[in-house]
């Protein structure tokens, strides 16, 4: 039996940041030539020297609203050639529960669902913890403090054409949660973050809840982390499959018959987790 064909979308306006990690890590599960990148016209120079399958551009300003739009589409393109298709953005990250599948790809070929949500998963920057490094592994060695965030719930395997709504959160299909956990890397690098605001800042020029978002201070950002770290900790298997948190979850997701998608509300665990060991090496 043939591999299953599988292809990883995202959209960015920059090759810094965590593009890098994006592109070499799900690059080794599925290939360089099985990446696209969604971009504007400034970027397209940016990213057409690099080893991708393609590079897509728009020609609209920011608008989260169009960008939905364009993932949609992006995706439901793409699986008149592939199997199953993967759309997250530049700083996340899915990892299947390492006990039971030992890469991503592994997980992949063993779905038997015509898509999953995965369980998202905030990764948080101690004060006392230094700037990542690329080039070495992430969980556990250098960032081991999380929480459980359904904000971050997100379907983004699939193999049926979906329709996201804003911000990708939810979409036109109801959340079937797997065994695979999205690590989003957003607030696990503090200086990285600063910069990626000063960069999005003149790209949003003139929306004010957009400028507020991404002109927010190091100071700003770092009391929110202390403040998620200040939590108690808790740790082991049964926090990351949260059975409370899941039901919760589930049970306040609604269809909106107005714009053919599924929604609910967003919550998050009162309580920091320790990365179960058992992910070192896995990003």
Same mark, same amino acid.
């Given at each position: 039996?043939?591999? &299953?064909?599988?292809?990883?979308?995202?959209?960015?306006?920059?090759?810094?940041? *965590?593009?890098?990690?994006?592109?070499?890590?799900?690059?080794?599960?599925?290939?360089?030539?099985?990446?696209?990148?969604?971009?504007?016209?400034?970027?397209?120079?940016?990213?057409?020297?690099?080893?991708?399958?393609?590079?897509?551009?728009?020609?609209?300003?920011?608008?989260?609203?169009?960008?939905?739009?364009? #993932?949609?589409?992006?995706?439901?393109?793409?699986?008149?050639? *592939?199997?199953?298709?993967?759309?997250?953005?530049?700083?996340?990250?899915?990892?299947?529960?390492?006990?039971?599948?030992?890469?991503?790809?592994?997980?992949?070929?063993?779905?038997?669902?015509?898509?999953?949500?995965? &369980?998202?998963?905030?990764?948080?920057?101690?004060?006392?913890?230094?700037?990542?490094?690329?080039? +070495?592994?992430?969980?556990?060695?250098?960032?081991?403090?999380?929480?459980?965030?359904?904000? @971050?719930?997100?379907?983004?395997?699939?193999?049926?054409? !979906?329709?996201?709504?804003?911000?990708?959160?939810?979409?036109?299909?109801?959340?079937?949660?797997?065994?695979?956990? !999205?690590?989003? !890397?957003?607030?696990?690098?503090?200086?990285? @973050?600063?910069?990626?605001?000063?960069?999005?800042?003149?790209?949003? +020029?003139?929306?004010?809840? @957009?400028?507020?978002?991404?002109?927010?201070?190091?100071?700003?950002? #770092?009391?929110?982390? +202390?403040?998620?770290?200040?939590?108690? @900790?808790?740790?082991?298997?049964?926090?990351?499959?949260?059975?409370?948190?899941?039901?919760?979850?589930?049970?306040?997701?609604?269809?909106?018959?107005?714009? +053919?998608?599924? &929604?609910?509300?967003?919550?998050?665990?009162?309580?920091?987790?320790?990365?179960?060991?058992?992910?070192?090496?896995?990003?």
């Amino acid at each position: 039996m043939s591999a &299953r064909r599988v292809a990883v979308v995202t959209d960015t306006t920059s090759s810094r940041f *965590y593009f890098g990690l994006w592109q070499r890590y799900y690059g080794a599960q599925f290939g360089p030539e099985n990446l696209f990148v969604v971009t504007s016209d400034s970027g397209l120079s940016e990213f057409r020297p690099l080893p991708l399958g393609g590079v897509w551009h728009v020609t609209h300003a920011y608008d989260d609203a169009a960008r939905a739009r364009t #993932m949609s589409a992006a995706v439901s393109f793409l699986l008149t050639s *592939y199997d199953y298709v993967i759309r997250v953005d530049v700083d996340e990250f899915l990892v299947p529960d390492p006990r039971k599948y030992p890469s991503l790809r592994d997980y992949v070929e063993k779905l038997t669902r015509p898509y999953v949500t995965a &369980r998202g998963l905030n990764v948080y920057q101690a004060p006392d913890e230094r700037p990542i490094d690329l080039e +070495k592994p992430i969980l556990v060695t250098q960032r081991r403090f999380v929480r459980a965030e359904t904000a @971050l719930n997100k379907t983004c395997v699939t193999a049926i054409a !979906l329709d996201w709504g804003l911000g990708m959160h939810f979409a036109s299909v109801y959340p079937c949660l797997g065994e695979l956990f !999205l690590f989003h !890397l957003k607030r696990a690098d503090i200086d990285m @973050l600063v910069s990626w605001g000063e960069w999005m800042l003149p790209q949003v +020029k003139g929306n004010s809840d @957009l400028e507020k978002y991404y002109g927010q201070t190091r100071n700003s950002y #770092m009391d929110t982390n +202390k403040a998620t770290l200040n939590q108690p @900790l808790v740790r082991g298997w049964d926090v990351l499959f949260n059975d409370g948190l899941d039901k919760q979850f589930l049970d306040g997701i609604t269809y909106d018959a107005a714009n +053919k998608r599924y &929604r609910g509300p967003f919550h998050s665990t009162s309580t920091c987790i320790l990365v179960p060991d058992q992910f070192t090496g896995t990003l």
